[in-house]
C-alpha cells in the first residue's frame, strides 16, 4: 500500500509525497491519555510557549522539523530494529502531544502501528491505527485514510475477525476508487481476497485477485505480483490441489525475492513446506520451513515464526526424530501463548499430548474420591494464579506508570536543555560583539596618541582582545558550544597577527602548524590562546631584524598525560618575554599558572624555542 510521508527540514509546512514500491503491512491505534500524561501536556505546552517568546518562534519550528525526522527515521526502521523504530515514535508522539502537533501525532500513531504489528502485537496495532484513522479525517488526508483502512483489515484478520477485517478493506477500496488509486485499490483486492479464502468465499476470492492482477500489469507494478500468487497457492493448497499451489507460491517467492520483501517471502516459504509436507517430500518441506523460520527472526515477526515452528514440529515427528518435534513444539507453544486465540492453544495441546504419550496410553480415574482430589488441587492452582495474577498486574501498572515519568521527565530536560544550549550561543555571540566594539574603540583612541611606546602598548591590548573574541566566535559558530577546535583556532590567531605586523615587519612570515585535533573547553583555550598571542607578537617585534625568511613555528600536541605548546622562530634566539612589555611577561607567567604549566625558552643560534608543558586541561568529545 503506497504510503505519503512528510520530511523538509528548510520548511516544515512543505509536505513531499512519495509512494513505495514495496508494501509493507501497518495498522493504527486509538491513544488513550490519561490525567498524567494530560498535565504533563500541559507543562510542556507552557515551557515551549515561553521559549517561543523568547527565541521569536524558531523553536516551534525546530520541534516539527525534529518530530518529522524522528518520524522518517521510525519509517526506515520498523523493518530492520523495531524495537528502535517504536522507541523513536514513542518520542515523536510525545512530542507531537507537547506542542499539539497534529500532523506529526498522525505519522507517529501509524508508525507505531505498523512497528507494534511486525512484533506481533495487533491489538496494540489496531488501537495505534485508529487513533491515525481519525487524526487523518480531521486533516482531510483521504490517501493515507485509505491505507489505514487498508491496514486495520489486515490487523482484525490477524485477529480471526474476518466480518472487521472485510468491513475495513472496503472502505478502502471504496476510497481508492473515489481518488483514482490503482496501485492501492490492487493491494485492497488481495487483502480483501484473502479474507474472503478464510470466509470460505473462493469464488469472490478469486476474482479479487484476477483484478489484482490486471492492475498491477496495467500500472507496472510488478513487485505486487507475489502477494497475488502467494493468495491464489493458498487457495489451491485449500483445495489440495498441491501441484498448482506450489507453482502459485514458487512465482509469488520468486517475485519477493527479487524486490527483497523478505516479510512476504517468509510467508511464500511456508506456503511450499505446507505443499511438500501433505506430499510427504518432507526433505523439501524442511528446507523451506527453514527458511522461512530464519526470516521470520531475522526481522522480528513472531507471529510467522510460531507457524515455521508448528510446521516444523510436524516434520520432525514424521521423520522420527522426536526431540526436534518436541524442541520445535515447545517454541511455538511459548510463542503461541501470547499472540494466538485460545482454539490454537487447545489444538497445540492435543499435539503436545500426542508427543508426550506415544508410548503411554491415558487411564481415566473414575473413582468419585480421585476426582473430588483433583478439583481440589485445581482450585488451589486456580487461586494461586489468581493471586499472582493480580501482583503482576499492580507490578506493571506501576512500572509503566513510572516509565511514563521518567520518559516524560527525559523529553522535558531535553528541551530545556537545548534552550541552554541556544542561549549560551547567544551569549557567545554578544561577548564576541563587545569585545569588537572595545577593540575598534582602541583603534580609534590609538589615532590620536602620538607617544609610540602608548601606540604599542593599545595594539598588543588589541591583539589579546582580538585572541578573546575569536574564541568566542569559534563557540557560537560550532555545533558543541561548549568546545573549541584548538587547532585551527591557533592557526587562524597566529595568522591574523601576522597579517597585522607584516607591515612592521615588511617581511614574509610563514607559518608551519602542526597540532592533533583536539576540542579543549573554554577555561584551557582562552589561556592558551593568550599566550600564543603574546609569543608571536613578540617573535615578529624583535626577532626577525637580521633574517631574510622569517619562519614561526607552531604545535600543540597531547605527550602522555601532559599537553605540550611549541612556539618557535628562526630569529636572532633571543628570549622575547622579557624583551617585550612587562604586562606582557606577567601575562604569561599568569596563565602558565592557571593551566598548572611549566614554560621553558630555549635560546640557540637557530631561533627561540619556548614550550609549554601543560598538566591542567580539559578535552572534550
Known sequence: MAKCFFINRLCCEIREQVSQSQKKRVFGGKFRVNDVKFGVKMIRSFLLLIVALMAGGTFAQKDTERIDSLNLKSEVLYTTDVKKSIELSTKALHLSKAIDYQHGEAFACMNLAIANDIKGNSKIAIRYFQRAVHLFQLENDLENLSYCYSQLGICYFSQYQYENADYYHQKAIDLCKKLHLEEDLANALVNQGITFTYQNKTKEAKENFKQAIELYKKNNQLDGLGGAYNSLGKIYYDQQDFETAIRYFERASANFRKYDNDYNLESSYLGLANCYFDLKQYKLAKEYSLKGLRISQEIGAKEREVFAHEILSRIYFEEGEYKKAYQSLNEYTVLSDTIFTREKSDALAEMQARFEVKEIRLKQQAEEESHRWQLLILGAILFIILLVSVFLFFLFRNKKRINVLLEQKYIMTQANLEQKEFMMGEVHHRVKNNLQIISAILDLQ?????????????????????????????????????????????????????????????????????????????????????????????????????????????????????????????????????????????????????????FIETNSEKGLRSELIITKYNLLS
Open 446 to 598: 590609538s589615532r590620536e596618541l602620538k607617544d609610540p611606546e602608548s601606540i604599542q602598548m593599545i595594539d598588543a591590548s588589541m591583539n589579546r582582545i582580538n585572541a578573546i573574541s575569536m574564541i568566542h566566535q569559534k563557540l557560537y559558530q560550532s555545533e558543541n558550544i561548549r568546545a573549541v577546535q584548538i587547532g585551527p583556532y591557533l592557526a587562524e590567531l597566529v595568522n591574523d597577527l601576522i597579517t597585522h605586523f607584516k607591515k612592521e615587519v615588511n617581511k614574509e612570515i610563514h607559518l608551519n602548524s602542526e597540532s592533533d585535533n583536539l576540542n579543549l573547553d573554554i577555561e584551557t583555550a582562552l589561556p592558551i590562546g593568550l599566550i600564543v598571542a603574546e609569543l608571536v607578537m613578540n617573535s615578529c617585534k624583535y626577532a626577525f631584524d637580521k633574517q631574510a625568511q622569517p619562519q614561526i613555528s607552531l604545535s600543540l600536541k597531547i605527550k602522555g598525560t601532559k599537553l605540550v605548546l611549541v612556539v618557535s622562530d628562526n630569529g636572532n634566539g633571543k628570549s622575547h618575554v622579557e624583551e617585550g612589555t612587562h604586562f606582557g611577561a606577567k601575562l604569561i607567567r599568569s596563565m602558565a599558572r592557571k593551566l598548572k604549566a611549566e
